[in-house]
């Protein structure tokens, strides 16, 4: 599964620079110089990191064969993606990356199914988007007392809704 790090913005300056919208946590390995990066469309790179640095609180990455303004505005809108096997596991066991949680069928305490993990929203309180068959979504927020077991190697979450929530 590929997982988006950042979405390439408007050129900076003259010489190729982008800026980069970041969506990771570890920006300083995921731009690193070196770093090769598959794009989202695919027929954009992969892109080679050749600096990164910050200015006034924005990521700015410049690319090897991206040397002019033009260049970097064709860029412009790239989805920047890693595979989630690069994503180092969390030691923390109550920590999940959204890639975990997609795709996993969900069941009520009582083992009633309620369907799957469609989406993570993450808009203060994480909430879990769960698909259910002939149904709307439901929202879920992400939280111990309503979610007590997240099992991704046996492919499913438990939920203790209060009465109402689905």
Do not use: C, N, Y
């Not at 700015?60 to 970097?72: H, I, M, P, Q, T």
């Not at 369907?115 to 993450?122: C, K, P, R, S």
């Amino acid at each position: 599964m590929q997982l988006v790090v950042g979405r390439i913005g408007r050129p900076h300056g003259v010489r190729g620079d982008v800026t980069v919208e970041v969506r990771t946590d570890d920006p300083e390995l995921r731009f690193a110089a070196g770093i090769s990066i598959e794009t989202d469309p695919a027929d954009r790179g992969p892109l080679v990191v050749t600096s990164r640095r910050w200015h006034k609180g924005m990521l700015l990455v410049s690319f090897e064969g991206v040397a002019d303004r033009d260049a970097a505005e064709g860029l412009r809108g790239t989805m920047l993606v890693i595979d989630s096997a690069e994503v180092t596991p969390s030691d923390d066991p109550d920590e999940f990356h959204d890639h975990q949680l997609i795709g996993l069928a969900v069941r009520t305490v009582s083992g009633e199914p309620v369907g799957e993990v469609a989406d993570v929203l993450h808009h203060g309180q994480d909430l879990l988007v769960v698909r259910r068959e002939g149904q709307d979504d439901a929202l879920i927020p992400f939280v111990k007392e309503l979610v007590p077991e997240v099992d991704p190697e046996a492919g499913r979450l438990v939920v203790d809704p209060p009465e109402g929530l689905l």
